[in-house]
Structures are given as structure tokens and as C-alpha cells.
């Protein structure tokens, strides 16, 4: 859910022109569009996986921290962002003002107001939702109440600029129909998924069980498919974009687990198109997933996990799958019925040993890390224990190649390995979230960490440089929310990463 960015002057447009760049889930409706569509692509094709907010050709990064304390409001939540350069990312105490950012709710101009369990920042996505050719984020606050109705949830856009972002422009979004419970902005995602408009269109999910497909044009709600035909209900929990069938439109997976079988993930499949998205099938796996072209064929690939794969005998500790792109989507170059190609700590060349209670894949990214062209996946194991250490978390990056993904040349990290800031400790996590993110423009992505349990839940992020060999702990450093300039007390930082 990231993108590109390049310049061009605004104009003004009708609000049924502007409200067409957004498409919407689980019958969700427009609160009030943005004023202004500049109707010129900017980086909104489906390859776009950038995340650029100030157009300088580095991709930035945007944590969500909605566990965040905002005015005293625990739990109220804000964004961090870091902006790359040519020595990519930092902190307050190693880069220039202006190359971090902290934006809540009491940030001037951002709608709606700083309150306990808004949970601001639960999720956020990237694109160019106004085609101007500068990335703009996608927050999600599921916590937040709409008048009167608690926790029906609220999507925020925050526009990118040569500034970068900021809150002179902003679009706030709920359901059609906000509910009571129903945490609409549970996750979030941008991309250019239908050739309504020259901008990505953005989509959010709510925590209802089941789910229906819309998307919202020149002030119509339509209805673009009935997912999940077999009668299996969808408790949605993620999305991820990617070209899987290379049509040059971005299609959408959205996955979750069946309602009764929270270890049993399921992905839905919707192609996009020049008309628009269309339902097309259900895929196992998906408590969490990532895209990339991991064999260079053009087409993008899906990547699922499987983290609580206890039932199945040689992968205890958790599975990943991938479904190969084709001209039939995920895994259309054969039968789409295809399974998935699934990987465990047991397949060949993969370092460690499957045991209960992993969560190997409980978190992926896809990105070139040794800059071969090829994506490589980066697999993240919050409960893997580290020696005696339990639930101390672990990584590990697979390699992709002209034949697919590859255990040949796997590495595996935790914090006790040599150069890597900190200890192994109980419960920390690490692993809960991975990014592979290339901030430095040299075209190798770095591995952005997580552990938001690190120092009794305030929550850390390690950064491990990238080479021609692969990902380095020599050279490595961790930061924490403080060092941005958010309240780090308590803020479990890390627990979200735009992908």
C-alpha cells in the first residue's frame, strides 16, 4: 500500500469528481471529500509501491501508534513519519528538523478531536488518492465514535505536498451507516484499482463479520461482488494490493479468519479493472499478507501467513504460502484453484526449527533487498523463543529468484544476534511487524523490525541495513517513539508499519 510522487499544480473539481477517487468497503459512504483534484496521474499505476508524502523521490515511512498517549488520552493514538533522503531515514537526534514527523487528532487541522481508545493510527496505507503525484496517508481509527455511536470507527486522508504532509487538506470517511462496535478503519489500503479517475482510490474494512463490496462514483453506491461463495463468513483483519494478473490495474485482497476458527486464515481475491474491482475467489490462508513479484515474471505474487498452524504436523510453529501472479490472479498461472506453495522454519535451507507457539508469519513484507530485481520476503516470528527465552521473536528473509521463493541463502535474526542493538528477553516480541523498505534510494530494501512489548510495552523498532549479500546486523540501530517526538510511555511503538 504505497506509492510514487512527482509535481503538478492543483485545480479545483466538482465534489462528485473528487469523492470518485475513493472506493469503499462494508458499505461504507463519503463524510466529506477533499476540495480540490488535480485529474493528473501521478504515480497511480499499479506497480506504485513508494511511499513518497514530499515528492523528493525517497520513500518514506508512516508508523502507526494507536496505543499512543495524546493530551493525556491514553489509547487516543497518532503517525509518525520519517522522511528518506540519500542517507535515509533517522531521528530527531541524527537527521535535520523537518525529516520527522508526529500528527494526531490535536495536530491543527486534523479533524476530530484527541480521546481515549480513538485509536488513531490502527491503521495507515499510502497513496495518491488526489493524482497531484505526491503519496497521501490513510489513517484508520477504529476507536473513534461517530456522534453518538461508540467505536463505529472513521478513515482520515492527509495530503502530501512538497512539504510533505500536512493538515491544510484533509478528508475525513465513515460507514454509510456508522454502527455501534463496528471499528470501521480496521485496516486500510490505496492503490488505482478501477479507471474511474487518473488517482488511487482508497478502501476500508470494518471488524463486522462477513463481507460486502462497494465502490463509491459520482455519488452512487455500487455493489461489485458477493465474496466468498462457498457460504464462508470473513472476519476481515487485513488488506494488501498488488498487479497479480498484470493488467495494470491494482487488485485487492482482503483477509481474515472464519468466525469459530481464528487459527484458520482466508484471503478474498478481488481483480480490479477499468470498470472496477470484481469479486473472484477465496484463498487459504491470510491471518497476514504482503505482495511483490518474487520470480520477475511481471506478474505481483501473494504472500499469506499462517501463524497458528498447530493442526498441521510438520509446520507446528506457523506457515507461509505464496500464490503465484498470472493472467488469472494468484496462482492463475496453472489451475486458479492452484494451492499454495507453503514454507514452514521446517522447509529446506529455512534456519530453526518449527515448535508450537511461533507465529511464523504472523507478519510479512515483499521487497528486493539485494537489489537482484527479484523480492525477496521477510517473515516475522513474535513468538519464537531464543534459546531459553520465551516468546523473545524472530525474522527471517527468504529469497526470491527466477524460479520462485527459495530457502538457499535464508537468514534468520533476533536481538542476540552479534550487532544487533539490545538482548533476547521474554515476551518481547520482535517480529511483530516487518517492513522491507528502501529509504535510501541505492535500490536494496532495508528491514524495518518491531518489538512494540520492548521496555514494559513502550515498544522499539530496529533498522537492519541492506547489501548486495542481504540484510546486515552489523550496522544496525533501534529508536523508539520519544526520539520522534511522540509520548513513548506505554505506546506499544511499532505495532503498526505501513506496508
Known amino acids: ?123 495507515v496505507a499510502t497513496g495518491d488518492l488526489d493524482g497531484d503525484g505526491y503519496d497521501d496517508a490513510v489513517i484508520g481509527a477504529p476507536g473513534e465514535d461517530v456522534g453518538s455511536v461508540a467505536d463505529a470507527g472513521r478513515v482520515t486522508v492527509l495530503y502530501g505536498s512538497k512539504a510533505g504532509l500536512g493538515a491544510e487538506r484533509t478528508a475525513t470517511v465513515t460507514a454509510a451507516k456508522p454502527a455501534r462496535l463496528a471499528r470501521f478503519g480496521l485496516a ?66 482482503v483477509s481474515g479468519f472464519a468466525p469459530g476458527d481464528s487459527s484458520q486464515g482466508w484471503s478474498a481475491y478481488y481483480a480490479g479493472g477499468a470498470e472496477g474491482l470484481g469479486y473472484r475467489r477465496d484463498l487459504q490462508g491470510g491471518l497476514g499478507a504482503a505482495s511483490g513479484d518474487i520470480n520477475r515474471d511481471g506478474y505481483d505474487d501473494l504472500v499469506v501467513g499462517q501463524p497458528s498452524a498447530s493442526d498441521v504436523a510438520d509446520a507446528p510453529g506457523g506457515l507461509v504460502g505464496v500464490y503465484y501472479g498470472g493472467e488469472d490472479g494468484p496462482a492463475g498461472t496453472q489451475d486458479p484453484g492452484t494451492p499454495a506453495q507453503w514454507w514452514s522454519q521446517n522447509s529446506p535451507g529455512v534456519p530453526g526449527t518449527a515448535e508450537q507457539g511461533d507465529a511464523w508469519g504472523a507478519d510479512l513484507s515483499v521487497a528486493d533487498v539485494n537489489g537482484d530485481g527479484y523480492a525477496d520476503v521477510a517473515v516475522g516470528a513474535p513468538g519464537e523463543d531464543v534459546g531459553t527465552v520465551a516468546d523473545a521473536g524472530a525474522v527471517w528473509l527468504l529469497r526470491g529468484t527466477a524460479k520462485g521463493l527459495t530457502g538457499t541463502g535464508a537468514q534468520s535474526f533476533d536481538q542476540n544476534t552479534r550487532g544487533i542493538p539490545g538482548a533476547a528477553e521474554a515476551d518481547d516480541g520482535w517480529g511483530a511487524q516487518v517492513r ?27 533498522l537492519l541495513p541492506a547489501s548486495g549479500r542481504g540484510l546486515l546486523a552489523d550496522g544496525s540501530w533501534v529508536y523508539g517513539a520519544s526520539a520522534l517526538g511522540g509520548n513513548g510511555y506505554g505506546a506499544r511503538f511499532g505495532a503498526v508499519i505501513d506496508e
Do not use: C
Request: glycine share 14%; charged share 20%; hydrophobic share 40%.
Open 1 to 123: 500500500m504505497t506509492r510514487i510522487a512527482r509535481t503538478t499544480r492543483r485545480t479545483t473539481a466538482s465534489a462528485a469528481a473528487t469523492a470518485a477517487s475513493f472506493l469503499l468497503l462494508a458499505g461504507a459512504g463519503i463524510l466529506a471529500a477533499p476540495s480540490a483534484f488535480a485529474g493528473v496521474p501521478g504515480g497511480t499505476s499499479a506497480a506504485d509501491r513508494n511511499s513518497d508524502f514530499n515528492g523528493d523521490g525517497y520513500t518514506d515511512v508512516l508508523t502507526g501508534v494507536p496505543e499512543g498517549t495524546v493530551d493525556g488520552k491514553k489509547g487516543a493514538g497518532y503517525v509518525t513519519v520519517q522522511y528518506g533522503a540519500p542517507n535515509g531515514i533517522g531521528t530527531n537526534r541524527t537527521v535535520p528538523k523537518g525529516r520527522t514527523a508526529v500528527i494526531s487528532q490535536s495536530t491543527k487541522g486534523v479533524p476530530g478531536t484527541s480521546e481515549a481508545w480513538d485509536d488513531f493510527g490502527q491503521a
Open 188 to 253: 486500510v489500503a490505496a492503490a488505482r484499482f478501477t479507471g474511474d479517475t487518473d488517482a488511487d482510490q482508497l478502501v476500508a474494512v470494518d471488524e463486522k463479520v462477513g463481507l460486502t463490496a462497494f465502490t463509491y462514483h459520482a455519488g452512487v453506491l455500487r455493489r461489485v461482488g458477493a465474496p466468498h461463495s462457498t457460504g464462508r463468513k470473513l472476519q476481515p483483519a487485513s488488506v494488501t494490493t498488488g498487479d497479480y494478473d498484470r493488467d495494470g490495474y491494482a487488485d485487492l485482497v
Open 436 to 462: 522491507l523498505v528502501d529509504t535510501d534510494g541505492d535500490g536494496r530494501a532495508e528491514l524495518l523490525a518491531s518489538a512494540p512489548a520492548e521496555n514494559a510495552g513502550d515498544g522499539a523498532v530496529w
